[in-house]
């Protein structure tokens, strides 16, 4: 059983910047693809971004590509989420998720664990 335990969310304006840290523990975290979703208010759930599980390997939605990057630690079992040039839009509460599927994953039910999640607030 992996536990996973979303940080770094908060309170940022519009063009800034905010770092989210998902740390895992419970399992062996190098053998997960790691993911990040977000779900604003009134919203269904959305893919982010994924990493495979040696790093080598990510992948992101659109709305994100050339202002999210995903990176991972399996020294520290800890992924990472950088966002820069942060927009209104990009309000949700942020997850962590981790799966076995050795290809890119983009569906909520292609992963096995979650976080509670973490609130990120962009202001205009």
Known sequence: Q?????????????????????????????????????QAPGKEREFAGTISWSGSSTGYVDSVKGRFTISRDNAKNTVYLQMNSLKPED??????????????????????????????????
Do not use: H, N, P
């Open 2 to 38: 992996v536990q996973l335990v979303e940080s770094g969310g908060g309170l940022v304006q519009a063009g800034g910047s905010l770092r989210l840290s998902c740390a895992a523990s419970g399992g062996t975290f190098s053998k997960y693809r790691m993911a990040w979703f977000r």
């Open 91 to 124: 309000t949700a509460v942020y997850y962590c998720a981790a799966g076995s599927r050795l290809g890119i994953a983009t569906r909520a039910d292609e992963y096995d664990y979650w976080g509670q999640g973490t609130q990120v607030t962009v202001s205009s």
